[in-house]
């Protein structure tokens, strides 16, 4: 039988070019969104065969939720190959304004918590059997933090983090885990932004890597490799030259803002 992949946040973006991409390699699909009409729109422009892909309903920080359909998705299709968390929100803060807290908790919610119960329903099953690849997306932004993204660099941080924590964990049972860092991909998360962008990918371009890393069983890799270059140049500098680079760069426009 082929592959099985579940991804989270399929609706648009990345995770909807992740799940074209895997198609097109003949994989059989479980998609997870919080906008399940949107996704079988999708579903039914590319002419997906009903066979080979499921919907399931829920949104990532909801964690009574995602163990559900975690039991549904083994269930009617089996424990997945590859599981990649990818559902994730990017809203500017400011920690001056009361508001903004909760900003933050949403958004290490659904980034990390909806993470984790992502992996959750799948992790003791992939163990027992021996193999299996989670995937967290995470960021470059993960790598140094930018004014006024506190929460999202934070939580792709975090991200990085737990994912390596992970890994040590599942690796004596043949469960790998990789740990994806996108640099800047033309999504509706980024077109809102208000600097330039450099290295823009399209999220097919990004896909492709993507499942290539995936495949090879990388630990971690920034896509594309020339960010991943700038970021790691980025976090060599000390300080007080990091901070001149951004002083008067425009902040991440806040929800409402």
């Known amino acids: 039988m082929s592959e099985l992949v579940f991804i989270t946040g399929a609706s648009s973006g990345i995770g909807q070019a992740l799940a074209l991409r895997y198609y097109q390699d003949g994989a059989r699909l479980a998609l997870v969104a919080r906008r399940t009409d949107e996704l079988?729109?999708?579903?039914?422009?590319?002419?997906?065969?009903?066979?080979?892909?499921?919907?399931?309903?829920?949104?990532?920080?909801?964690?009574?939720?995602?163990?559900?359909?975690?039991?549904?998705?083994?269930?009617?299709?089996g424990v997945p190959d590859v599981v990649i968390?990818?559902?994730?929100?990017?809203?500017?803060?400011?920690?001056?304004?009361?508001?903004?807290?909760?900003?933050?908790?949403?958004?290490f919610?659904?980034?990390?918590?909806?993470?984790?119960?992502?992996?959750h329903p799948f992790v003791a099953a992939m163990n027992a059997?021996?193999?299996?690849?989670?995937?967290?997306?995470?960021?470059?932004?993960?790598?140094?933090?930018?004014?006024?993204?506190?929460?999202y660099c934070a939580s792709k941080s975090a991200v990085v983090a737990y994912c390596e924590s992970l890994r040590g964990e599942c690796r004596p049972f043949g469960v790998?885990?990789?740990?994806?860092?996108?640099?800047?991909?033309?999504?509706p998360l980024t077109r809102s932004n208000r600097y330039s962008m450099p290295f823009l990918m399209t999220p097919g371009a990004f896909a492709d890597q993507a499942v290539r890393a995936i495949r090879a069983q990388v630990s971690y890799r920034?896509?594309?490799?020339?960010?991943?270059?700038?970021?790691?140049?980025?976090?060599?500098?000390?300080?007080?030259?990091?901070?001149?680079?951004?002083?008067?760069?425009?902040?991440?426009?806040?929800a409402g803002g």
């Open 176 to 187: 790998r885990v990789v740990t994806l860092l996108p640099g800047y991909i033309d999504t």
């Open 222 to 254: 920034v896509i594309p490799w020339q960010m991943g270059v700038v970021a790691k140049l980025l976090r060599l500098l000390p300080n007080w030259l990091y901070d001149k680079l951004l002083a008067g760069r425009p902040r991440k426009q806040r």
């Open 85 to 107: 968390a990818n559902a994730g929100i990017s809203v500017g803060m400011d920690t001056a304004v009361f508001d903004d807290l909760a900003v933050m908790r949403r958004t």
């Open 40 to 77: 079988a729109r999708w579903a039914a422009e590319q002419q997906l065969a009903p066979d080979r892909f499921a919907i399931y309903g829920a949104d990532v920080a909801d964690l009574e939720a995602m163990a559900r359909i975690g039991r549904e998705c083994i269930a009617a299709q």
């Open 129 to 151: 059997r021996g193999h299996g690849t989670l995937v967290g997306i995470a960021s470059v932004a993960s790598i140094r933090g930018l004014p006024g993204h506190g929460a």
């Open 109 to 119: 919610e659904t980034n990390n918590l909806g993470l984790a119960a992502t992996f």
